[in-house]
Antibody
Framework: QLQLQESGPGLVKPSETLSLTCTVS??????????WGWVRQPPGKGLEWIGSVYYGGGSTFYNPSLKSRITISLDTSKNQFSLKLSSVTAADTAIYYC???????????WGLGTLVTVSS | QSALTQPAAVSGSPGQSITISCTGT?????????VSWYQQHPGKAPKLIIYEGDKRPSGVSNRFSGSKSGNTASLTISGLQAEDEADYYC???????????FGGGTKLTVL
């Protein structure tokens, strides 16, 4: 059974870089059948797609509204993928989810989510 | 690009059917067969319940169905049950510049 687990600091200071990792078990990030993505949800608000990464060709797909601040990458040796979001503000406070996309632009497996608060 | 438009809230009694709409544009919902729906209970991760417009993942009840007409996708839940009370989000592919858009979410209350 595929499982995804987010990890990283729960508190980040304004203007700093948010860094999260998603550890995948029961499957491989090197699969050429899936994208691996990040979705966030501000407290009490809706979902926002952040971006996705694909092992095949090393492709990345980013939300244009966040593109200048985000980097999503794979670490195949650890079977993980990661998110870096720079120059954070309070508006980046959210639950961050990692998820698997079957290359059909829908997410069939999700992590439990991790709350990241941006505050000094 | 703006999020897809969903009603903020819908309600229904047990056993009834409800429909949640998701309105986009010809650049997203109207142009691609990649509309998905997610159910989210409080404090939980979203769960995929419909993909590619009208397909159900294995294990999802056949009380959930999806459809599309023009720029509007719809999720219908028949035979409402108390456990269906949750937030529902639509999502659509929007081309190779925008990629993926979510709706604002709809809170379903089972009366």
């Amino acid at each position: 059974q595929l499982q995804l687990q987010e990890s990283g600091p729960g508190l980040v200071k304004p203007s700093e870089t948010l860094s999260l990792t998603c550890t995948v078990s029961g499957g491989s990030v090197r699969s050429t059948s899936y994208y691996w993505g990040w979705v966030r949800q501000p407290p009490g608000k809706g979902l926002e797609w952040i971006g996705s990464v694909y092992y095949g060709g090393g492709s990345t797909f980013y939300n244009p509204s966040l593109k200048s601040r985000i980097t999503i990458s794979l670490d195949t040796s650890k079977n993980q993928f990661s998110l870096k979001l720079s120059s954070v503000t309070a508006a980046d406070t959210a639950i961050y989810y990692c998820a698997r996309d079957r290359m059909r632009w829908n997410f069939d497996y999700w992590g439990l989510g991790t709350l990241v608060t941006v505050s000094s | 690009q703006s999020a897809l438009t969903q009603p903020a809230a819908v309600s229904g009694s047990p056993g009834q059917s409800i429909t949640i709409s998701c309105t986009g544009t010809s650049n997203d919902v109207g142009n691609y067969n990649h509309v998905s729906w997610y159910q989210q209970h409080p404090g939980k991760a979203p769960k995929l319940i419909i993909y590619e417009g009208d397909k159900r993942p294995s294990g999802v009840s056949n009380r959930f169905s999806g459809s599309k007409s023009g720029n509007t996708a719809s999720l219908t839940i028949s035979g409402l049950q108390a456990e269906d009370e949750a937030d529902y989000y639509c999502c659509s592919y929007a081309g190779s510049d925008t990629f993926l858009l979510f709706g604002g979410g709809t809170k379903l209350t089972v009366l």
